[in-house]
């Protein structure tokens, strides 16, 4: 179980860190007037980083099946904004 929290966590970071590019890509071209990635994708990855950190937390402080489920909702979310939004 460590191994899938420890892989979870890793994959969390890696929303968290997606959604900072957002916001930056955002600002960036909200400054120099180009087109940015809009306010659907935002809220997108905003909902997402809100929903793996929480998830990554219960897996963190929980043990068996709740853990699992945790991590599970991790990498379930990640594949959903993933898909949607960066290879859709």
Do not use: K, N, Y
């Not at 890509?25 to 990855?45: C, I, K, N, Q, Y």
């Amino acid at each position: 179980m460590t191994v899938v929290r420890g892989f979870s966590g890793i994959v969390a970071g890696g929303v968290v860190v997606l959604l900072c590019v957002v916001i930056g890509a955002a600002v960036m071209g909200a400054r120099r007037d180009f087109p940015g990635p809009g306010t659907e994708s935002l809220t997108w990855h905003v909902l997402a980083a809100g929903v793996v950190v929480v998830s990554q937390l219960v897996a963190d402080r929980r043990r068996g099946l709740a853990a699992f489920a945790g991590s599970a909702v991790v990498l379930v979310t990640t594949g959903v904004l993933l898909w949607t939004q960066w290879w859709g």
